[in-house]
């Protein structure tokens, strides 16, 4: 492909996430970072969680994932306990406000997804499947990621 060609894939690529955002499409996650939004749904599924477990499931950095928590938990989604056996036991679940914004998120997501895959048929899906996974494949990622970074 040629370097005008990608350029302007890029452009078109780019002016379709932009529609997103215009449309307000996706405004209930631009209220949530990614590694929040892991947390949330790792809790709904693993109440009672330890932060440790919380990092090492979601494959995030134990730093990381504690100040992922303090903000959480500043906007009352989730709670810390304190193992009274083992004081320097914490125990992390999600409160009802938690519960119902990762619900709602995950509602949103759903019908997102439902409304793209709607117009779509089961081929053009499973076409759209391939397609990202090869795009994501980690393999021929690093290739083209070396390409990029130092020009091949």
Same mark, same amino acid.
């Given at each position: 492909?040629?370097?005008?060609?990608?350029?302007?894939?890029? $452009? @078109?690529?780019?002016?379709?996430?932009?529609?997103?955002?215009?449309?307000?499409?996706?405004?209930?996650?631009?209220?949530?970072?990614?590694?929040? /939004?892991?947390?949330?749904?790792?809790?709904? !599924?693993?109440?009672? @969680? !330890?932060? +440790?477990?919380?990092? +090492?499931?979601?494959?995030?950095?134990?730093?990381?994932?504690?100040?992922?928590?303090?903000?959480?938990?500043?906007?009352?989604? =989730?709670?810390?306990?304190?193992?009274?056996?083992?004081?320097?036991?914490?125990?992390?679940?999600?409160? %009802?406000?938690?519960?119902?914004?990762?619900?709602?998120?995950?509602?949103?997501?759903?019908? =997102?997804?439902?409304?793209?895959?709607?117009?779509?048929?089961? %081929?053009?899906?499973?076409?759209?499947?391939?397609?990202?996974?090869? @795009?994501?494949?980690?393999?021929?990622?690093?290739?083209?990621? $070396? %390409? /990029?970074?130092?020009?091949?």
């Amino acid at each position: 492909m040629s370097d005008d060609k990608l350029k302007e894939n890029i $452009k @078109a690529f780019l002016n379709l996430i932009d529609k997103l955002y215009e449309d307000g499409i996706i405004d209930i996650f631009e209220q949530i970072n990614q590694s929040d /939004f892991r947390i949330l749904n790792y809790l709904l !599924h693993n109440n009672d @969680a !330890h932060p +440790s477990d919380i990092a +090492s499931s979601l494959s995030l950095t134990r730093s990381n994932t504690a100040a992922a928590l303090k903000n959480l938990e500043n906007k009352n989604y =989730l709670t810390r306990v304190i193992n009274e056996t083992n004081r320097r036991q914490i125990f992390v679940s999600l409160t %009802e406000e938690g519960k119902n914004y990762v619900n709602l998120c995950n509602t949103q997501l759903e019908l =997102l997804l439902k409304g793209w895959f709607s117009v779509l048929s089961q %081929e053009e899906i499973d076409t759209l499947f391939s397609l990202v996974k090869k @795009a994501l494949d980690p393999k021929s990622m690093s290739n083209k990621l $070396k %390409e /990029f970074t130092f020009g091949g």
